[in-house]
């Protein structure tokens, strides 16, 4: 039976890559994203008939979230692995963002991951499956007037809570927490900045080292830099 994977944020970046590295391997993968156009042009470019799913919609919305959930599950019988991957940053800084666009990005980091955790845990109780949470080294070392870093304190601190919560059932949970990746992630920021970075398909391996780990081991936190990033 093929393994059933569920991808938040997964029409670009590190979602697709880790996507696309988990339907080589064989699994059933469902995407979710806020652009429709760019998760029917990942799917398509996929050649991977039945196996794939996409669901367009935005992870902090509760609606979409369950909705999201449910078709797998009804799909696909099953949910065996969840990445929650989807998540935006904003340029500038804590004192040039306006309210409106601080609440919605606390809203897609903090609240998305949340309500994801909430839906798919119950599955993945079932399955004795396994979560994995896309943070950032900006979630363990601080920058000064950086709310998304904020943000990404919370996910981290999310995964710490969700796997104390879950490790008894038998739910694997890990934490990813990269530095600098060759994105779209940069794209509203001026582009990537100078200096060593990594590609999304470095961190999709370190996301299927942690999926792919055998039974009883949970590998719950996985930190990487490119060789030469400082900070």
């Not at 994105?183 to 999709?204: C, E, H, K, V, Y």
Request: glycine share 10%.
């Amino acid at each position: 039976m093929k393994p059933v994977t569920l991808i938040t944020g997964g029409s670009t970046g590190i979602g697709a890559a880790t996507a696309h590295s988990l339907l080589k391997q064989g699994h059933r993968v469902t995407l979710t994203g806020r652009d429709a156009v760019k998760l029917a042009d990942f799917s398509a470019a996929q050649d991977a008939g039945d196996d794939i799913m996409t669901l367009p919609g935005d992870t902090s919305d509760p609606a979409h979230v369950s909705s999201a959930t449910r078709l797998v599950t009804q799909s696909w019988g099953r949910l065996d692995n969840v990445v929650v991957n989807a998540g935006f940053s904003l340029p500038g800084t804590l004192m040039d963002h306006t309210p409106e666009a601080m609440r919605a990005m606390v809203l897609t980091n903090v609240l998305g991951p949340a309500l994801v955790v909430r839906e798919c845990v119950p599955h993945l109780k079932e399955s004795r499956g396994r979560l994995v949470l896309v943070g950032s080294v900006a979630g363990a070392k601080h920058t000064p007037n950086n709310l998304y870093s904020v943000t990404k304190w919370a996910v981290h601190a999310l995964a710490e809570n969700t796997r104390l919560a879950v490790t008894t059932d038998g739910v694997g949970v890990t934490l990813v927490a990269p530095g600098k990746v060759d994105t779209p992630f940069w794209d509203n920021r001026g582009g990537l900045p100078d200096g060593p970075a990594m590609s999304a398909q470095d961190i999709a391996n370190c996301i299927l080292f942690a999926l792919n780990q055998p039974p009883g081991l949970d590998i719950n936190h996985l930190q990487m830099r490119p060789v030469g990033q400082i900070n």
